[in-house]
């Protein structure tokens, strides 16, 4: 069963930081796009950032560039997110999501989230 | 990246259909066409519907369709159901590589 589940959610200070996994299971991630988009309480969903199958590509959105740092081991299966300089409006879900291309473009595996909450 | 404009909230009778709009600009639903199309119920993660416009997974109900027309991607939900009673999100490719999201409809049931 293809599955990804998150860790390291959790209540930090406002300038704090925190890292983020997301473990893929099921399928490899050096095959594939993978991404972190984010929940927002009361606004919605938000993209945050991607990485190529073999790291070469990195995007992030405006809102983290400079702050946040995406990446892989593929060895280990397994994507992070590097949250830093952390501000209240940060606070969300957490999700990583893969794009293998089975679905199109589409973000086809989802986990289940963690929860970050930035205190100020 | 300005999120693209969807309707705060639409709601429907058992049977209808509803229609949920997305609009972008030509820097990115109306420059790719790679849109899709999420649902997300509370406390759930989100699941695609529709990718790329118009194409549905093999396990999503065929009473969900996408289009688009220019700079504005729809999802259109028919027979509608108490179990679509969901968020609904539209999602597109940008031409600065990144994605953006929709700014979320609540799809109610009446």
């Known amino acids: 069963e293809v599955q990804l589940v998150e860790s390291g959610g959790g209540l930090v200070q406002s300038g704090g930081s925190l890292r983020l996994s997301c473990g893929a299971s099921g399928f490899a991630i050096s095959t594939c796009w993978m991404h972190?988009?984010?929940?927002?309480?009361?606004?919605?969903l938000e993209w945050v950032s991607r990485i190529h199958g073999d790291g070469y590509e990195i995007n992030y959105a405006?809102?983290?560039?400079?702050r946040f740092t995406i990446s892989r081991d593929n060895a280990k299966n397994t994507l992070f997110l590097q949250l830093n300089s952390l501000r209240a409006e940060d606070t969300a879900v957490y999700y990583c999501a893969s794009q293998r291309w089975l679905q199109g473009s589409s973000f086809d595996i989802w986990g289940q989230g963690t929860m970050v909450t930035v205190s100020s | 990246q300005s999120a693209l404009t969807q309707p705060a909230s639409v709601s429907g009778s058992p049977g209808q259909s509803i229609t949920i709009s997305c609009t972008g600009t030509?820097?990115?639903?109306?420059?790719?066409?790679?849109v899709s199309w999420y649902q997300q119920h509370p406390g759930k993660a989100p699941k695609v519907m529709i990718y790329?416009?118009?194409n549905r997974p093999s396990d999503v109900s065929n009473r969900f369709s996408g289009s688009k027309s220019g700079s504005t991607a729809s999802l259109t939900i028919s027979g509608l159901q108490a179990e679509d009673e969901a968020d609904y999100y539209c999602c597109s490719y940008t031409s600065t590589k990144n994605y953006v999201f929709g700014t979320g409809t609540k799809v109610t049931v009446l």
């Open positions: 405006d809102s983290v560039n400079g």
């Open positions: 972190w988009v984010r929940l927002v309480p009361g606004k919605g």
């Open positions: 790329d416009v118009n």
């Open positions: 030509s820097s990115d639903v109306g420059g790719y066409k790679f």
